[in-house]
Nanobody, 120 residues
Framework: QVQLVESGGGLVQPGGSLRLSCAAS????????MGWYRQTPQWQRELVAS???????NYADSVKGRFAISRDNAKNTVYLQMDGLKPEDTAVYYC??????????????WGQGTQVTVSS
């Protein structure tokens, strides 16, 4: 089992910045792709950004140039630096990791979610 603990959400004014963190712990063999998703009451959960084991990144068009995803493999932690925040970025942000076990099977795990609110 893998547990994910997220932190860093909060209330910020438009144009401000926040940094989200998500740390994985437990019986970890190999953490592969790590990513951040967000969800609002009006919209389905959507991918914000993802990062592979070797650092290849993928971003939603709406956040390109404003958000940056990174990871620390030694700490099994993924980060999301969010700059130039807009009211439409308001959502619950979830991290997701793909954990591959010794047998070769892979399992997805989700964090508990952290609220990000962008408002003046």
């Amino acid at each position: 089992q893998v547990q994910l603990v997220e932190s860093g959400g909060g209330l910020v004014q438009p144009g401000g910045s926040l940094r989200l963190s998500c740390a994985a712990s437990g019986s970890i063999f190999s953490i592969e792709t790590m990513g951040w998703y967000r969800q609002t009451p009006q919209w389905q959960r959507e991918l914000v950004a993802s990062i592979s084991t070797d650092g290849n990144t993928n971003y939603a068009d709406s956040v390109k140039g404003r958000f940056a995803i990174s990871r620390d493999n030694a700490k099994n932690t993924v980060y999301l630096q969010m700059d130039g925040l807009k009211p439409e970025d308001t959502a619950v942000y979830y991290c997701k990791v793909l954990h591959r076990v010794v047998s070769g099977r892979a399992y997805q795990y989700w964090g508990q979610g952290t609220q990000v609110t962008v408002s003046s």
